[in-house]
């Protein structure tokens, strides 16, 4: 598998090694493959594919925004137990494309399920079943408005579907994670291990985001993708369950900037190679070492997006605890969080406490001042609603300097706790979003 190396030309890449990147494993069932559609004007890979030959069963989480991708109004009249391909593409978000974006999923569907029939038809045993369009999602991400690009991603897919891998080593990974990217400078990927009963079980996962990322994802409707795919046979409704349940810790407790996108999705494919015991719920114990493997996997690439913010210098971490509500918790969490004067303050390595004192009261939530703690990392700033006594800046700005900081606020007011993960702005986010389209 040879890497394409315009993907990783950009000036603005931070790491382009391998060996700097978790090595995600194999998931037996599952075949990638990821080309150029030249979609960029430049040859870099902007297309991707993922092929379940026997199906997997699966489960979406999308975003809450009112308006969303073609790819999401397609993905949402499908109504199948067993998914059969995923099509990624990236520089158009196909949408408020209207109808000649759906148009262009159809026809899209329909060249996809021919090749791919096509190709099973070539397998020594023959055909066994012809694959439906109604049998493949998409995902989009990139520029909205643009009309899309239907003739030149249909041009690619003999192509796409010829170089399907089946044994996907570290490079079919990280070829396929650099294929999604947008205005991101590195790829992301997470893997873990974990037994179900006696059953080992693979998790590999890639994402991408690094602009336009304050997700709000639910589930039932989620720029920032995710997708996770394992060999466990977990039923769909139980996938669902533990996306739902996991995903208010993880992606919906980050943000960059504030904005939801139009086209936000985490997904997860579970191919069912390993013959696990049967899951019947999702309280069922054999469930549990699963469940936090997916959350690990969940939170790395949270945490991976955040830390690839445009123009992001610094990793923050904002803790929020001793709340009366979690919601009460993740509402001043996220106040501070998206709180363009305590970003920048972030980025220019000040310590000004009041930015956040501002933050958490335009949360609107009901606090005693008397009882508020402000700590930047170990250094107590604020105690019992006032600046303490022996508050040495120095100290603190020198704190401020490292690339990952803690925000701790303490209400002192109850048992919740909420945190949320977010970086910095810099001039180069604006130099980012001011040339996006070009």
């Known amino acids: 598998m040879t890497i394409n190396l315009k993907n990783l030309l950009n000036p603005n890449i931070k790491i382009s090694k391998m060996g700097d990147f978790q090595e995600l494993k194999r998931i037996e069932g599952l075949s990638i493959s990821a080309v150029s559609a030249d979609l960029y004007g430049d040859g870099r890979d902007d297309l991707s594919l993922f092929y379940f030959k026997d199906g997997a069963k699966y489960a979406v989480l999308y975003t809450k925004s009112k308006i969303v991708s073609e790819s999401i109004h397609w993905n949402l009249k499908v109504n199948n137990k067993l998914m059969k391909a995923l099509l990624v593409n990236t520089k158009n978000a196909n949408t408020f494309t209207g109808k000649q974006g759906f148009q262009g999923l159809k026809e899209l569907s329909k060249s996809l399920s021919k090749h791919l029939t096509l190709k099973l038809a070539q397998a020594p045993e023959g055909v066994r079943d012809v694959i439906d369009p109604n049998e493949i999602i998409f995902a989009s991400t990139g520029v909205i408005g643009d009309v899309f690009p239907t003739e030149k991603i249909k041009e690619r897919i003999p192509y796409l579907v010829q170089n399907l891998k089946d044994n996907q080593n570290k490079y079919v990974w990280f070829k396929a994670a650099s294929s999604i990217l947008t205005t991101d400078t590195r790829p992301k990927l997470a893997f873990e291990e974990c037994e179900i009963g006696s059953k080992k079980i693979k998790i590999s996962a890639i994402a991408k985001g690094s602009g336009m990322i304050a997700p709000n994802l639910s589930g039932d409707h989620a720029t920032m993708l995710a997708f996770i795919f394992t060999d466990a046979n977990i039923p769909s409704t ?34 069912g190679k390993v013959k696990n015991s049967k899951i019947y719920n999702i309280l069922d114990p054999k469930l549990k070492r699963f469940e936090k493997a997916l959350h690990n996997v969940m939170l790395n690439l949270s945490k991976q997006i955040v830390i690839d913010g445009e123009g992001a210098k610094k990793f923050v971490t904002i803790n929020v605890i001793k709340a009366r509500s979690m919601q009460g918790a993740k509402k001043i969490a996220f106040s501070v969080a998206n709180s363009p004067l305590v970003k920048t303050a972030v980025a220019g390595e000040d310590p000004n406490y009041g930015r956040i004192i501002m933050a958490i009261g335009k949360s609107e939530e009901n606090i005693v001042v008397n009882n508020l703690t402000i700590k ?50 810099t001039k180069d986010y604006i130099d980012i979003n001011t040339d996006y389209r070009n």
Do not use: P, R
Request: net charge negative.
């Open 238 to 271: 139980i996938l669902k369950g533990l996306l739902s349940k996991n995903i208010n810790t993880t992606f919906n407790a980050i943000t960059i900037d504030g904005d939801t996108s139009t086209n936000d999705a985490v997904m997860i494919f579970a191919t």
């Open 376 to 425: 930047f990392g170990k250094f107590t700033v604020v105690e019992n609603g006032q600046q303490i006594d022996n508050y040495n800046e120095e100290v603190v700005k020198n704190y401020m300097m490292w690339d990952a900081i803690e925000i701790n606020i303490e209400l002192n007011m109850g048992k919740s706790n909420f945190t949320v993960y977010t970086c910095d702005f």
